[in-house]
């Protein structure tokens, strides 16, 4: 099995964003649509392809596969952002400047979740860079009315306001977090996942028990921004202006116990793709199931990229 590098990328705001990065072929030249850019879910990290990469690289091969899994600025090992805010347009600005650092002319894009949100903004403002995009149990960002707007940037003042009167969540133990993370009702991930995702989103921390003893633990290393609502929201307007550019070939594999009434909003979208070919498919399956199921998710994700072969065969 391949070991994933750990990477790193100082941006020109001198956010430091970290990564995994799974490369088979050694120094052989790896094609454009062999190279992957993986954005992972709200809250999660780069651990969340931590067992969908490696059958991606063995189901792809022989030949060179690369697939580099961020860690979203605010999210496990990455700098928290200090002025600016976390609206999805930060991330594909921030994945802009790590593409560049990469060298990479051309890619593909994997995106769960939130991930996928910012895939289909990121596929809509680089659609010339883009050889295919996958969005797994997501089909671009979710909305609401302008309308609702003003009450919506209400509701983070006053969420930020009170902020400093959070008290940060502890665990005693690694274990005790991997279950916590387990039972986030329709967002959670079984307990046996949770153990492969949890450990790069925490940081320890001390607090003082009722005896006055300080007493070692762990809390998120998640931005506490991040929990909040944020500033701003896109409207359906917004993100149809990005996903009707897209030209590279879309698959979406959705879960059928994944985010509620995901197909009604799939049938709209799809109709504004007009400029691409859009391929549907749904796994059984939770939220994310590309964790508790990566076999049956790779199943459907590597035939598909097999399908859309471009360019040169990269010598082995």
């Known amino acids: 099995m391949v070991v994933p590098q750990e990477r790193s990328f100082e ?96 890619h593909a894009l994997i995106g769960h979740s939130m991930g996928g949100a910012a895939a289909s903004l990121y596929a809509g403002v680089f659609e010339s860079r883009l050889t295919a995009t996958i969005l797994l149990d997501n089909f671009g960002p979710f909305t609401r009315s302008v309308q609702d707007q003003p009450e919506h940037l209400l509701e983070h003042i006053q969420e930020k306001k009170n902020m400093p009167n959070k008290r940060l969540p502890f665990h005693p133990t690694i274990d005790s977090a991997c279950h916590a993370r387990s039972k986030s009702g329709q967002w959670g991930i079984e307990y046996e996942y949770a153990k492969v995702l949890v450990p790069r989103g925490l940081r320890p921390i001390e607090r003082t028990d009722e005896q006055g003893n300080t007493v070692q633990g762990w809390t998120w290393s998640t931005d506490q921004l991040l929990t909040i609502r944020s500033a701003q929201s896109l409207s359906e307007e917004y993100v149809q202006a990005f996903v009707q550019r897209i030209t590279s070939p879309v698959l979406a594999v959705l879960a059928s116990r994944g985010v509620a009434n995901m197909m009604g909003m799939v049938e709209e979208r799809k109709s504004w793709m007009t400029k691409t070919k859009v391929t549907i498919k749904v796994v059984e399956g939770g939220h994310s199931v590309h964790m508790e199921d990566a076999p049956t998710v790779a199943r459907e994700v590597c035939p598909w990229i097999l399908a859309q072969d471009i360019g040169e065969v990269a010598r082995l």
């Open 11 to 106: 941006l020109r705001n001198g956010l430091v964003l970290t990564a995994k990065h799974w490369k088979t072929g050694g120094n052989c030249r790896v094609r454009d649509n062999r190279r992957f850019l993986a954005f992972h879910g709200f809250l999660d990290n780069a651990a969340s392809f931590d067992l969908l990469a490696p059958l991606m690289l063995e189901q792809l091969g022989p030949e060179p596969v690369e697939i580099l899994a961020l860690d979203f600025a605010g999210h496990g090992m990455s700098s928290h952002r200090q002025s600016e805010d976390y609206g999805l347009w930060r991330y594909v600005e921030d994945a802009d400047q790590v593409v560049e650092q990469l060298g990479w002319q051309k």
